[in-house]
């Protein structure tokens, strides 16, 4: 979403985008009906020629082969692993290479890092937006308190037989010769994954970073009287609403039960609703109060409903990167209480936009949301510092002028700078 938010930002400052993806699970017909979006000529299952779709199986058997040895057993913690082996090649051709310069999003599970590396001029410039932590490390999207993937990871926690030569060295290493003396701008939405990606040790000495938030559009996210939202979406009109957000309700990474247990916690007298959107449902057995459950939520009018009626936006992941959904919330009115986890303390800043916990401790949470329902006005106060920190820092128009001037100073800088053909050879940036 925040790739997509980008290109479209792009498109409307006349700058040439084209956005490759893999094929989608979701929103299939809106990206076929746009000229702007194209499937990835790689993105199908396993390539249609015999000889390569038998090359592929063995290449795939063995890689499920090696993550069954390694994941089997009883790992450290849980957490999700993507290596940068693909069952089949996926090499830079054509279209695709013929353009100024390639932006890179989340590409886990989607490229191949030897062969699509590998089939980069050597002075592609190339620029690289860290959504989490998988490009710096072996395989892990989040490495919490492990500080491996610094040298060259090892004894990972992910997996299930951890050793010095395990799944997570190899893949570290891999990824490390891909990238070896690439030209490449890192860029992150949050500080604090910027230091991070600093510390690894998989990305080339030939490297600049950059910190450029995630943006969203203030004509899509902007606040709604709570009455209205509240009667739009069936909701309660007196009492506390407290929203949640997640891709799925039942990801516990997420912190949807330390959600439940926090909203239980709070007086009877604030006659709690808990407001979720998602996919799925939630766990049962947890909450005590009332829950409203929207839905998994794409459509932006019916998502700043949701972050309009609510009183306090929750946010208890254990581990995040910035939360996109935090920022939605805050654009539309709405504080946030949160975990005090990754770069969360540069969006929700604890006592101005929003009140931090400690992480994964649902009294802690609790408590801070008693503060919130307690005090109007540090709500509305929290509001207004919130709607300005999302103009200043998080519009789409400010993420594109900062893109704007990576992109023209990666094509200065290369060798040979090729137009993208639908530019019709002019320089997309303007310059």
Not at 108 to 134: C, E, G, K, N
Not at 200 to 210: A, E, Q, Y
Not at 339 to 362: I, K, M, N, Q, S
Request: aromatic share 8%; glycine share 8%.
């Amino acid at each position: 979403m925040a790739a997509r938010r980008l290109h479209h930002g792009l498109l409307a400052e006349g700058i040439e985008s084209c956005y490759w993806h893999a094929e989608p699970a979701w929103d299939a017909g809106p990206l076929a009906e746009d000229a702007h979006y194209r499937l990835l000529p790689w993105s199908m299952p396993a390539p249609r020629h015999p000889l390569r779709l038998g090359r592929a199986l063995l290449r795939w058997s063995r890689e499920r082969l090696l993550r069954t040895i390694y994941r089997k057993g009883k790992p450290q913690r849980s957490g999700m692993y993507s290596g940068p082996v693909r069952p089949y090649d996926t090499p830079l051709r054509g279209d695709l290479a013929a353009c100024d310069l390639v932006h890179l999003h989340w590409v886990s599970r989607i490229v191949d890092y030897r062969s699509f590396f590998a089939s980069l001029r050597p002075a592609m410039p190339l620029v690289w937006t860290l959504h989490d932590m998988q490009p710096l490390t072996g395989g892990c999207h989040h490495a919490f308190d492990c500080e491996r993937f610094r040298e060259g990871c090892g004894f990972c926690p992910i997996l299930g037989r951890p050793g010095a030569r395990d799944l997570s060295t190899r893949d570290h290493a891999i990824k490390k010769a891909a990238l070896a003396g690439r030209p490449l701008h890192v860029v992150t939405p949050s500080h604090w994954l910027e230091q991070l990606a600093r510390g690894s040790s998989v990305l080339p000495t030939t490297v600049s970073f950059h910190t450029i938030r995630n943006g969203i559009s203030l004509e899509q996210f902007f606040p709604v009287a709570k009455p209205a939202a509240r009667k739009a979406l069936g909701l309660p009109e007196h009492g506390l609403v407290v929203a949640f957000a997640a891709e799925s309700l039942r990801n516990a990474p997420k912190g949807i039960h330390e959600f439940l247990e926090a909203i239980s916690r709070l007086p009877a007298d604030f006659q709690v609703t808990g407001l979720l959107f998602g996919k799925d449902e939630p766990p049962v057995g947890i909450a005590t109060v009332p829950l409203v459950n929207l839905g998994f939520l794409t459509d932006p009018a019916q998502q700043r409903l949701a972050f309009s009626a609510a009183d306090i936006f929750a946010l208890p992941s254990h581990a995040e990167t910035i939360s996109q959904t935090a920022v939605e919330a805050l654009a539309c009115g709405t504080p946030v209480a949160a975990f005090r986890v990754g770069g969360v303390p540069e969006v929700v800043r604890h006592g101005e936009t929003g009140l931090l916990a400690r992480p994964r401790d649902a009294v802690d949470l609790a408590e801070a949301m008693r503060t919130l329902a307690e005090n109007p006005a540090l709500r509305q106060q929290m509001a207004d510092a919130g709607q300005r920190l999302v103009r200043e820092e998080f519009a789409v128009s400010v993420q594109v002028r900062r893109y704007r001037e990576i992109y023209a100073e990666a094509v200065a800088g290369s060798l040979s700078p090729k137009p993208c053909p639908a530019s019709n050879g002019h320089n997309p940036f303007g310059e």
